[in-house]
């Protein structure tokens, strides 16, 4: 679904203490690095197609399910016998239409759909953290060249009992779009911004190119180059401001 990595990362600041507005979620110091090891998962599987487009021979609707997750390991924090200090997962059920509309330019709209999705670190108190949002998507292409996707999203209301970071929205922000550019057959460059859609204007930047190692029309391995400012990094930092360099190897397209 997403790439799956294994890469190494260097930030501009140790980890700070995790702090929430909800009552009971402010953490207490722990002698972390700024420099550590990440690890993704993330795969896709239909579930269903054709739901509304039924037998149309040209384009098929469909369901799927999707699962991403990325841990930060402390591995060269040996005093505290190398943790991992976060794990973040994001289960997601998301419809897609496919569509093949004219832009200007050259470019084409080929796809619409929603989803719900939820993400959740899995802690306890006072590290708790988790949201869930209904989002609206959307993609186009130029040729081979360059595709652009963005999606917009709405988080579901907690309970102020229930809700872990009731901030979340003007931190890690409201909406995104990706741009990705195909240089040549080796190489491609992404840049991923989200923003809050407020007057402060918070969110994130990420930048990435990815080299293919070998042939990349028999191999799915990338050297994966990652820079990250903003806030979001991990879920349990969203309301840090960070800068995270990511060195290491990806798999795309399994």
Do not use: C
């Amino acid at each position: 679904y997403r790439p799956i990595n294994v890469s190494f990362s260097a930030a501009n600041d140790k980890p700070k203490i995790p702090t929430s507005p909800a009552e009971g979620h402010t953490g207490t110091a722990t002698a972390y690095q700024a420099n550590e090891m990440r690890i993704g998962v993330s795969i896709r599987t239909k579930l269903a197609q054709g739901l509304l487009t039924q037998n149309d021979p040209q384009k098929k609707d469909s369901l799927w399910f999707g699962y991403s997750q990325q841990s930060t390991w402390q591995i060269f924090n040996s005093e505290l016998s190398r943790p991992f200090r976060t794990t973040d997962h994001e289960p997601e059920l998301m419809y897609v239409y496919p569509t093949d509309f004219a832009l200007p330019g050259g470019w084409r709209w080929r796809y619409a759909g929603l989803g719900l999705v939820h993400n959740s670190n899995g802690q306890s108190l006072p590290l708790s953290r988790s949201w869930n949002r209904t989002y609206l998507m959307g993609g186009m292409e130029l040729d081979d060249r360059f595709t652009v996707t963005g999606r917009i999203w709405k988080r579901i209301n907690e309970s102020a009992q229930s809700d872990d970071n009731p901030d979340i929205e003007n931190f890690v922000g409201r909406a995104e779009i990706t741009g990705r550019w195909n240089l040549n057959r080796d190489n491609t460059l992404g840049v991923t911004v989200r923003n809050n859609l407020r007057d402060s204007g918070r969110g994130s930047v990420r930048f990435e190119w990815l080299k293919a190692i070998g042939d990349p029309t028999k191999s799915n391995l990338r050297f994966h180059t990652q820079l990250f400012h903003g806030y979001g990094d991990t879920l349990v930092d969203y309301n840090r401001k960070r800068t995270v360099l990511s060195i290491g190897l990806s798999l795309v397209d399994f």
